[in-house]
């Protein structure tokens, strides 16, 4: 199959969260059984500046919307087994920052008209385009009510959605699918792209793509529940059957503690306490905190907002702090969820390392020389990091939600079970407590359960060829309409 990967983001060139991950390893991992893929993805200002030597042009164009007339240049950069196509735009694409804008939509409505041209442009004709989130939600629109009337280049290509934040829905003025879209009011009037009165490319995405997929199977659940679903549930009601939840993976290749080139040492489950021992000192040491190896590291690498449950932390760490725990929190986020972190710093100044910001290779460091990881979320839709913990040996703390759920056996005590985590339902103060507790209370008192723990957790198979096997048989199903 020739399949076009469409997102706003994707590795190594461009991160905020999970999903370019999933776009990255997903298409990664479809080349290698055989299938061709390609990423579509805006050629934001970091990406030129680190890999201006390496991008070569293969064409350009001027992209119109109404009465605008703006230059579009695509860019190809190969990495490993894996095309990008990146298209260029100073005006739109020259910033600091991936989102966040004022603009956000006629960038993206820029980038999603740009895609289209950019693939008949390279004679691309794929047979799937998977388009993830708001970004990029209106292609398959554009596609079926615009491109496949003027033109059969599109006549057999089917669309896959994938939704992995279904808080953001990309709300636009009315008048964007004419002045924009260069499409009818008619999509508006009749349902087909509105949503809270306004045009939603999301909705949009629902609408039009032949196949839907969300990223676990709990949260595909939830989506479909008036109360987990952020107002999405009656839309995908109606598309019930074409939607499906698909668990993301992780990059095992990339995540090893085995091969990890960033850790202090490597190791595998039948090295654990040795390799874990010295990433532990490693990581204090970095953070500026008095080695004890006898006291448990609790951590969290997470953006520092309200969906993440770090309130709860701020309100329940003192109980394990109290009892000599170290907690490290590497993010970035709300200024008052930053504040709160820097002020349980400076009340436990040898127990608390907190770094405002992102570091990959602090990441790394972080998930080797840890024992517990941080997951208290409201929702996840998937989450990245408790796997990825768990393959370095972190025994995951999580709320039992979306892909946490799916990922992560709680221990349960009293009960035999290969428990993988600790887990705990209730999005309040109790239930993290109770969580942390029963963490460290076995971390003190059950070392022998704590290390088979720790080994069920890095013998799980998270890696990305279920997912992809999963992917192409949803594939399938779209090309079979």
Not at 73 to 99: H, M, S
Not at 159 to 177: E, M, Q, R, S, V
Not at 334 to 362: F, H, M, P, S, T
Request: hydrophobic share 40%; aromatic share 12%.
């Amino acid at each position: 199959m020739k399949i076009a990967m469409i997102c706003s983001e994707a590795n190594p060139l461009s991160k905020t969260g999970g999903l370019a991950d999933v776009t990255y390893s997903l298409t990664k991992e479809l080349n290698k059984m055989g299938h061709d893929a390609i990423i579509i993805l805006p050629l934001y200002k970091k990406i030129k500046e680190e890999h201006f030597a390496s991008l070569k042009e293969v064409t350009k164009f001027d992209v119109f919307m109404s009465w605008r007339k703006q230059y579009a240049g695509v860019y190809r950069l190969k990495i490993g087994n894996t095309q990008y196509y990146l298209i260029d735009n100073e005006y739109y694409f020259k910033r600091d920052n991936l989102y966040g804008y004022n603009d956000d939509g006629e960038r993206f409505a820029f980038f999603s008209l740009a895609s289209i041209y950019a693939l008949m442009r390279i004679e691309f004709i794929p047979d799937i385009i998977h388009v993830h989130d708001w970004q990029a939600g209106m292609i398959p629109c554009l596609i079926k009510e615009r491109f496949n009337r003027e033109s059969d280049f599109f006549i057999h290509t089917r669309f896959c959605l994938t939704i992995h934040n279904p808080a953001f829905k990309g709300y636009l003025d009315k008048y964007f699918l004419n002045n924009f879209f260069g499409l009818s009011d008619t999509l508006f009037d009749n349902g087909n792209v509105r949503f809270d009165g306004q045009v939603s490319t999301l909705k949009s995405a629902i609408t039009y793509a032949d196949v839907i997929s969300t990223v676990s199977p709990t949260h595909r659940n939830e989506l479909l529940e008036y109360s987990s679903s952020h107002g999405l549930n009656y839309i995908l009601k109606l598309r019930e059957q074409d939607f499906v939840g698909i668990l993301n993976g992780i990059d095992t290749d990339f995540f090893s503690p085995e091969t990890d080139p960033i850790l202090v040492t490597n190791y595998t489950d039948r090295s654990l306490i040795g390799g874990k021992s010295s990433n532990k000192k490693a990581l204090l040491k970095k953070m500026h905190l008095p080695y004890n190896k006898d006291k448990p590291v609790f951590a969290m690498v997470t953006r520092l907002t309200w969906q993440k449950g770090i309130e709860l932390v701020l309100h329940v760490a003192k109980h394990i702090l109290d009892r000599g725990a170290y907690l490290i929190v590497l993010g970035s986020g709300e200024k008052e969820l930053e504040q709160g972190l820097e002020n349980l710093r400076a009340i436990y100044q040898n127990n608390v390392g907190i770094y405002i910001g992102y570091n990959e290779d602090l990441a790394h460091l972080i998930y080797a020389g840890s024992d517990f990881f941080i997951m208290p979320s409201l929702f996840e839709p998937c989450g990245l990091g408790q796997m990825i913990a768990m393959r370095y040996g972190s025994l995951p703390i999580v709320r039992e939600t979306g892909g946490l759920k799916d990922t992560v056996e709680g221990f349960k005590p009293g009960v035999t079970q290969k428990a993988t985590g600790f887990s705990f339902v209730d999005f309040n103060d109790q239930g993290l407590l109770y969580a942390l507790t029963l963490a460290i209370d076995l971390y003190f008192d059950r070392k022998d359960l704590i290390k088979e723990m720790i080994k069920n957790g890095m013998r799980e198979d998270n890696g990305y060829v279920k997912c992809a096997s999963a992917y192409v048989e949803l594939y399938k199903k779209a090309l079979a309409k």
